[in-house]
């Protein structure tokens, strides 16, 4: 009888203790899916606000487009460039978002470029002569759809004897990684070099300067002394002058002091013939929008391309991923 009752009692010890494992083991699982469905939520929450902030900039500008005083041209000292109100931190429901505009029409047309634009932007950003005769012709000749190619550039044949192979566009460029692809065009010269310290100031690279959405033409407003001296033709004092003029007596671009250029007579007069008004544009089309959604230390992020167009704002591009800055 005590033989019995001691096998009992260490079949009911087993017992107590595989139900208590499956206890904890489920009391374990239901805490890592109440953090997941928590963390779904914030994410969800995060990715909503992130949406809202490119609803907001998009009424920015609608709003602007409208404007009694500012339509007709874009700076970036209005509302649409620069709002701190709307634009940092700015507080919805449990979390925040964080929005920056930019003007997608600051950087130089790729499908619109002549070779001697090409040209003067290599030798811009500081690229060698010879090997800007070969980059130039092979990306004149990347969008171009005959088979014949120009005297340094590179048709199908020279594509196919890479490794991998590939074929050469033959039309315009949907996307700016295209030139990557494109014979001469080096990692160091599409993306240029990051600052360092004060003997490594960095090197701006074609990414920085091009743009495959656009209307055909550079705001002064916005586009960088490197881009209005490859686009207009003209050396770094000619845009050194345009853009104190905009800039203002401060010097800091988006201040209240600005100066901003309406209309392009405005510039075929401070520079000259150089900036003939068919090429000069005060205003733009395109505008990219990245709106940051966080929610308790969750981030969510939306970028996307606008086209502010008859008294619309359709969305040309968008890319979201989880994270953000």
């Given at each position: 009888?005590?033989?019995?009752?001691?096998?009992?009692?260490?079949?009911?010890l087993?017992?107590i203790?595989?139900?208590s494992?499956?206890?904890?083991?489920?009391?374990?699982?239901?805490?890592?899916?109440?953090?997941?469905?928590?963390?779904?939520?914030?994410?969800?929450?995060?990715?909503?606000?992130?949406?809202?902030?490119?609803?907001?900039?998009?009424?920015?500008?609608?709003?602007?487009?409208?404007?009694?005083?500012?339509?007709?041209?874009?700076?970036?000292?209005?509302?649409?460039?620069?709002?701190?109100?709307?634009?940092?931190?700015?507080?919805?429901?449990?979390?925040?978002?964080?929005?920056?505009?930019?003007?997608?029409?600051?950087?130089?047309?790729?499908?619109?470029?002549?070779?001697?634009?090409?040209?003067?932007?290599?030798?811009?950003?500081?690229?060698?002569?010879?090997?800007s005769?070969?980059?130039?012709?092979?990306?004149?000749?990347?969008?171009d759809?005959?088979?014949?190619?120009?005297?340094?550039?590179?048709?199908?044949?020279?594509?196919?004897?890479?490794?991998?192979?590939?074929?050469?566009?033959?039309?315009?460029?949907?996307?700016?990684?295209?030139?990557?692809?494109?014979?001469?065009?080096?990692?160091?010269?599409?993306?240029?070099?990051?600052?360092?310290?004060?003997?490594?100031?960095?090197?701006?690279?074609?990414?920085?300067?091009?743009?495959?959405?656009?209307?055909?033409?550079?705001?002064?407003?916005?586009?960088?002394?490197?881009?209005?001296?490859?686009?207009?033709?003209?050396?770094?004092?000619?845009?050194?002058i345009?853009?104190?003029?905009?800039?203002?007596?401060?010097?800091i671009?988006g201040?209240?002091?600005?100066?901003p250029?309406?209309?392009a007579?405005?510039?075929?007069?401070?520079?000259?013939?150089?900036?003939?008004q068919?090429?000069?544009?005060?205003?733009?089309?395109?505008?990219?929008?990245?709106?940051?959604?966080?929610?308790?230390?969750?981030?969510?992020?939306?970028?996307?391309?606008?086209?502010r167009?008859?008294?619309?704002?359709?969305i040309?591009?968008?890319?979201?991923?989880?994270?953000?800055?």
């Amino acid at each position: 009888m005590n033989n019995r009752q001691g096998i009992a009692l260490v079949l009911v010890l087993w017992i107590i203790m595989v139900l208590s494992l499956l206890i904890s083991g489920f009391a374990f699982t239901m805490h890592v899916e109440t953090q997941v469905a928590a963390f779904s939520r914030k994410e969800l929450k995060a990715e909503m606000l992130a949406r809202s902030g490119i609803e907001v900039a998009r009424m920015q500008l609608l709003l602007h487009d409208q404007s009694a005083t500012d339509a007709g041209f874009d700076a970036l000292n209005q509302a649409w460039a620069t709002n701190q109100e709307l634009y940092v931190n700015h507080e919805l429901g449990d979390g925040k978002f964080n929005v920056v505009v930019t003007d997608e029409e600051r950087k130089l047309p790729v499908n619109n470029l002549t070779s001697a634009q090409w040209h003067k932007l290599l030798e811009v950003l500081g690229v060698d002569p010879l090997d800007s005769d070969v980059i130039v012709d092979s990306a004149l000749d990347w969008m171009d759809p005959t088979d014949l190619h120009r005297l340094n550039g590179a048709d199908n044949t020279y594509y196919a004897g890479l490794v991998p192979p590939y074929k050469k566009k033959g039309g315009p460029m949907d996307r700016i990684e295209e030139l990557l692809l494109v014979r001469g065009v080096t990692k160091e010269i599409f993306y240029g070099a990051p600052a360092g310290d004060k003997d490594s100031p960095g090197r701006l690279g074609l990414k920085d300067m091009l743009t495959t959405f656009s209307g055909g033409q550079v705001n002064v407003n916005t586009a960088s002394s490197e881009v209005l001296q490859a686009w207009l033709g003209i050396d770094e004092s000619q845009a050194t002058i345009l853009i104190q003029r905009r800039d203002g007596g401060d010097g800091i671009p988006g201040t209240d002091d600005d100066m901003p250029f309406r209309s392009a007579s405005e510039v075929s007069n401070l520079i000259g013939a150089q900036a003939k008004q068919s090429v000069v544009s005060v205003g733009s089309s395109f505008f990219r929008v990245k709106s940051t959604g966080e929610v308790a230390g969750s981030k969510y992020t939306v970028e996307a391309v606008l086209v502010r167009q008859n008294s619309t704002c359709l969305i040309a591009a968008w890319r979201e991923q989880r994270g953000g800055q």
